[in-house]
């Protein structure tokens, strides 16, 4: 709170806008009270989900007439990005009783620990607990907006450069969304230490579930003649040379493309789609791997998987990658 007062008596905006998390929303709604009765201008609550920073909705920014936009919650390693102020917002949960459990499991053992956003505080103190415990701890370094030991949904820097020599994966967090993620970019066995619920859970089953729901898709689509390939609308996830690529590729392959832009990639938006028999879209990966579809609707890694099996070949490890780009 303290930074965005800060930065807009330097700045001094007519107006400003913020937004966070879904389950971050009423503290946002608090922070905008304040900001207009302290600094006297209105701030406007943009209640839309924001998934990260590929979705910080500078467009509705600027349709509202805000000078500043405050995105609050998704921690990168700069503070700002574009016309958006990224601030911190830190859970203050402890994690020393499942980082004890944890440490009982692994002793002995290599492993690379990681966290996401709202965690990222506690993981030297986790890593301690850790190491007394007798494993052998590796935080990796950032990459990219990645922090060291941070990951996203769909970036894996810290975790798969770490992951050489490592007996599994540790994720800060109770979040299966990201802890799933990290054992299929890695391949590891990973446990997420859930300080909410005081539970050390493998997540090894759920990433497997996945996998196998992504490769079905693939191959479901590979016998498709017609495809539509979705470019994303929203701020950061607008991937149209890598749309353009793939609808070559799948051209070349006999098939049929039509392209379109979309910003909610739902399975409601797309029934109203007619003559299409499987969606590529190059949006967000975790859109395809976490939802379910009447039809194949791949990210690009398992677009890239559905080549491989349209040319008779094997698809490989296609989502054991750093980034699901």
Avoid at 139 to 162: K, S
Avoid at 224 to 239: E, K, M, N, P, W
Wanted: contains cysteine; proline residues 4%; negative net charge.
């Amino acid at each position: 709170m303290a930074r965005m007062l800060e930065i807009i008596r330097e700045e001094g905006p007519a107006s400003v806008s913020l937004n966070g998390p879904d389950g971050m929303l009423p503290a946002v709604q608090e922070a905008a009270v304040r900001i207009s009765g302290e600094a006297g201008i209105p701030a406007y609550v943009i209640a839309d989900t924001t998934w990260g920073s590929c979705d910080l909705n500078e467009a509705g920014a600027r349709a509202i007439g805000a000078d500043i936009h405050f995105n609050i919650g998704h921690t990168i390693n700069v503070e700002r990005l574009g016309s958006t102020y990224m601030i911190d917002a830190f859970d203050d949960v402890r994690f020393d009783r499942v980082a004890a459990e944890c440490a009982a499991r692994l002793a002995g053992r290599r492993a690379v620990l990681v966290t996401d956003s709202q965690h990222l505080r506690e993981i030297g103190r986790v890593r301690e607990i850790l190491v007394e415990g007798g494993v052998d701890v590796a935080v990796g370094p950032g990459g990219g907006q990645l922090n060291d030991g941070q990951v996203f949904g769909c970036e894996f820097y810290p975790a798969t450069d770490a992951a050489g020599g490592a007996d599994a994966c540790v994720f800060m967090g109770q979040s299966g969304f990201h802890a799933a993620g990290v054992a299929l970019a890695t391949g590891l066995p990973t446990y997420a230490l859930d300080p909410y619920f005081g539970e050390v859970r493998d997540v090894s089953g759920l990433a497997d579930r996945i996998q196998r729901r992504a490769t079905l898709a693939a191959a479901k689509a590979a016998e498709a003649s017609s495809f539509g390939i979705i470019v994303g609308l929203r701020d950061g996830q607008t991937s149209k040379v890598s749309a353009l690529r793939m609808k070559k590729e799948l051209e070349a392959a006999g098939r049929r493309v039509q392209m379109f832009a979309m910003t909610d990639i739902t399975n409601e938006r797309l029934r109203n789609l007619s003559g299409i028999e499987a969606f590529i879209q190059s949006a967000c990966p975790r859109i395809s791997t976490d939802n379910s579809f009447d039809m194949p609707v791949l990210s690009m890694p398992q677009a890239r998987a559905m080549l491989e099996i349209i040319r008779g070949r094997e698809a490989g490890p296609y989502l054991r990658a750093r980034h699901w780009l």
